[in-house]
């Protein structure tokens, strides 16, 4: 099966040194639009096809859809090919930092790196390696009322975000139907189970439940991994759920089958 880029390879020859610039206000990079939803372009089209692993978030904000822009200008400068560019694009979006090392924390702690036989999930962040592949529910940056699509209005309700869930990330399921798919954050999971009801996705390929690991999340992070007692954590943790979550995930990586490290 061969991606669909004709979105790409209409809008990308359009892309200039300014375009980050007022996006919202750019009719040429407009998708589609609702009474106080707009949906813009921005070179997220690049899918691993390779991947063992797909991390699913919401949608691309601002910033991750102007150092997109930015870096496909570049790209097409420097004389990239179109998927060259689209690569180059996509990198912007990767994870570093504190939030890479809780997620590569919890993806160990649940057998993941076990799974795949390797030491750590920490070898498949490496440059250049194809063995993950960031998405997200909406591929393409999604914006209500000027601000970033936070999950109001709901995906599944709003035939326009729905659409776009049930075309794009629909493509990219099945392009990497054998991969593990881990959705970080409730938004994100309700849009990967929606691809297990099109029957696009496997649900025991689906690790659900595990914190975002964003910082803010770090009292969260820090009861999955066992690093923090239960008795210790704020109410509004919800311990309990959270190593239940993480005994499930464990178990569902012992079972399964059919995906080669």
């Known amino acids: ?26 009719p040429e990079f407009l998708l589609g639009q609702t009474d106080n939803i707009k949906i813009c372009y921005a070179p997220f089209d690049h899918v691993a096809v390779k991947a063992k692993l797909v991390v699913v978030g919401i949608t691309p904000g601002m910033t991750q859809a102007i150092n997109a822009l930015n870096a496909a200008f570049l790209a097409k400068k420097n004389g990239a090919t179109l998927e060259g560019t689209l690569q180059a694009a996509k990198l912007t979006g990767s994870f570093s930092g504190p939030i890479r090392n809780n997620l590569i924390a919890m993806l160990d702690h649940i057998g993941v790196a076990q799974h795949f036989g390797i030491v750590s999930t920490s070898e498949m962040f490496a440059p250049g390696s194809t063995d993950i592949h960031f998405t997200s529910a909406l591929r393409y940056p999604t914006f209500v009322d000027g601000k970033n699509y936070n999950g109001t209005p709901a995906m599944l309700k709003t035939p ?77 943790t919800n311990a309990e759920k959270l190593l239940s979550a993480a005994s499930k995930l464990k178990t569902q990586i012992a079972r399964l089958e059919g995906v080669a490290a």
């Open 1 to 26: 099966m061969e991606q669909n880029l004709s979105i790409a390879r209409t809008l990308l020859p359009q892309i200039k040194a300014d375009t980050s610039k007022h996006l919202l206000d750019r």
């Open 160 to 236: 326009l975000l729905r659409q776009m869930l049930e075309t794009q990330l629909a493509e990219e399921a099945d392009l990497l139907p054998s991969a593990l798919w881990l959705p970080l954050g409730p938004k994100a999971e309700e849009a990967v189970k929606h691809l297990v009801t099109m029957h696009r996705l496997k649900s025991d390929h689906i690790l659900s439940g595990m914190p975002h690991p964003s910082g803010a999340n770090a009292e969260r992070v820090a009861v999955f991994l066992g690093r923090k007692a239960p008795a210790l954590a704020s109410r509004q």
